[in-house]
């Protein structure tokens, strides 16, 4: 039997897209004399739909996308992700299903037992797990069908659930495994999805194919990686980030004896990440152009490489808004970098609008000392003119704030802050200084002086980072245990690290849940972003 495994980059409700990707993709696996062509979970829709499937029509229209693919499933095999109503009265009004559609109709449905209700995911919301489990027979082979998370608990040990899909369809004999999926990216997964798909196919010693998405949805990004592994655990996997359709002999997979990886490398990961999740973002809500204020520190540089190498350089506009605080040098490398990516710059002054909110508030302050009111203004100024000259081009603001910044509040409602999209907000410091190494190993795009010059946000005289905050190297480390790892500050203290100082991070990053509240959505990047895969409470008073 020949196997197709059709890796692709889906729109959420764009019925007519994706269907139009997978008409295309069964063509060019007919041209292969492909017997199965395999597509992703809920791929008719696009995942996460989120409350679209609260709307019957979204719904209906994506069961017509089953259907338009059953016209074509002659000669061919179809399998392909799609919500499906639920015909029970009791329980939740869908199921994620996936059907096998052959000689022109429906043959069989298989639906998703384990819900995942965790991080990003919220699939209990909207769907009904399955309780039978059948294989079906399609030319001679008997086939069991999961989705997703439904591998994600091999020998029923995984405490969330309390059943295998598995091991409910080994009594029917399956001879292979196909699990359809939507598996997010974060730079830690890809080597931990290899390690659970393996080790179904070593426990059921059975070949496996194992489709994924590839793209973003806003802030998520699916990065691929699909796997076809045979019985002994053999691994192939599909390029990251881009789509991929593969034709396999079942044969030579059941025989394969041989690992086929893709690079691990972390900051590549990250890198192509983020390029695909801007690249995504822009195109798939008919954006184009790009505007980002550029301050000749690292952050904003390494959002302006990312922007011209997902955008095109003629895409991106760049504004340097210089104020007396500012340096030369500052001003001098944010020059460099417009001009080493060929970007459009300009050069707009804060200091007459700076002056002009002083003279206007000076009546109310009545001689009170400079603070960190006066350095929010300037915060607050640079983004009045960066969301006017936004509204006037058509540009749309890409946001420069790094993950540290972020969880401690070192940032300026409507200022720095504003943007449409965060490129980097899932980025550490400490992380951000090593992708732009990465990004310059082979040549000096970022100017060496914005890598070697300590962070400053030049707000006042002789201002340096670290005049509020620990070292980055510090400060993140603490942030990694609390906010991924999820550790107390019992926890992290017993780490070595100072429990005034821990107290202080901890309790700076949950009083600023209110400022990340009113943030762009940030690409996540990591295990646990700021956004839908965190969610607190403003209110709360823990360790406030």
């Known amino acids: 039997m020949r196997i197709a495994i059709a890796q692709l980059n889906y729109h959420i409700g764009n019925f007519e897209g994706n269907l139009r990707k997978m008409l295309e993709a069964v063509e060019e696996a007919k041209a292969q004399h492909v017997d199965l062509i395999c597509f992703g ?7 996460p739909p989120r409350d679209f499937l609260e709307f019957a029509d979204f719904v209906r229209r994506s069961h017509n996308s089953v259907l338009a693919l059953c016209e074509v499933a002659h000669d061919i095999a179809i399998i392909v992700g799609s919500p499906a109503v639920n015909p029970v009265v009791e329980g939740k009004d869908l199921h994620n299903s996936a059907f096998m559609l052959a000689n022109g109709k429906i043959v069989h449905q298989s639906k998703k037992a384990l ?7 919220d699939e209990n919301r909207y769907f009904e797990p399955a309780t039978k489990f059948e294989t079906f027979d399609y030319k001679g082979c008997r086939i069991a069908i999961t989705i997703c998370e439904d591998m ?17 369809m080994m009594p029917q004999k399956p001879d292979l495994m196909i699990n359809i999926s939507a598996s997010p990216f974060s730079y830690t997964h ?17 070949p496996l194919f194992y489709i994924n998405h590839v793209g973003a949805q806003t802030e998520i990004i699916f990065d691929g990686g699909s796997l076809a592994i045979s019985p002994s ?23 394969n004896k041989e690992n086929h990886f893709q690079t691990k490398d972390k900051y590549e990961l990250i890198y192509r990440a983020l390029i695909l999740g801007i690249s995504d973002y822009f195109g798939k809500l008919g954006f184009k152009k790009a505007i980002l204020g550029l301050s000749g520190g690292i952050d904003s540089a390494l959002t302006a490489v990312l922007a011209s190498h997902a955008l095109g350089p003629e895409n991106v506009r760049v504004v340097l808004m210089p104020s007396k605080f500012s340096s030369s040098h500052s001003i001098e490398d944010a020059v460099a970098l417009a001009q080493n990516l060929d970007l459009q710059y300009d050069i707009i002054s804060i200091e007459n609008t700076y002056q002009a909110f002083i003279q206007s508030l000076n009546p109310l302050f009545d001689k009170l000392p400079f603070d960190v009111t006066e350095e929010n203004l300037q ?10 000259m936004s509204n006037k081009f058509g540009h749309i603001l890409l946001n420069t704030s790094n993950k540290s910044e972020a969880a401690v509040g070192y940032g300026t409602l409507y200022g720095d802050m504003a943007g449409g999209l965060s490129v980097i907000g899932d980025l550490y410091k400490t992380e951000v200084f090593a992708l732009c190494r990465h990004i310059n190993r082979k040549q000096e795009i970022i100017p060496n002086n914005t890598l070697i010059k300590p962070p400053s946000a030049e707000l006042r005289p002789n201002q340096k980072d670290s005049d509020s905050l620990p070292e980055y190297d510090i400060l993140d480390m603490i942030l990694y245990q609390y906010i991924e790892m999820e550790q107390g500050p019992r926890e992290i203290v017993a780490m070595g690290y100072d429990a005034e100082l821990v107290g202080r991070i901890l309790r700076l990053v949950n009083i600023n849940e209110f400022k ?29």
């Open 115 to 121: 819900l995942p209700t965790y991080d990003i995911f």
């Open 233 to 255: 655990g053999h691994v192939i996997e599909l390029p990251y980030f881009e789509e991929k359709l593969q034709v396999f002999e079942l044969d030579d997979i059941v025989s």
């Open 152 to 168: 994600w608990n091999i020998g029923n040990e995984n405490p969330l659930y309390t059943i295998c899909p598995m091991d409910e």
């Open 516 to 544: 990340r509240f009113q943030t762009p959505p940030v690409i996540r990047i990591s295990s646990k972003a700021f956004g839908m895969g965190r969610r607190m409470p403003i209110v709360g008073k823990y360790l406030n």
């Open 190 to 206: 890809s080597q931990k999805r290899i390690d659970v798909i393996r080790q179904n196919a070593l426990r059921y010693g059975l």
């Open 41 to 47: 979970e809920l791929a008719t829709c696009g995942y």
């Open 379 to 388: 915060a607050r100024c640079r983004g009045v003119i960066l969301m006017a």
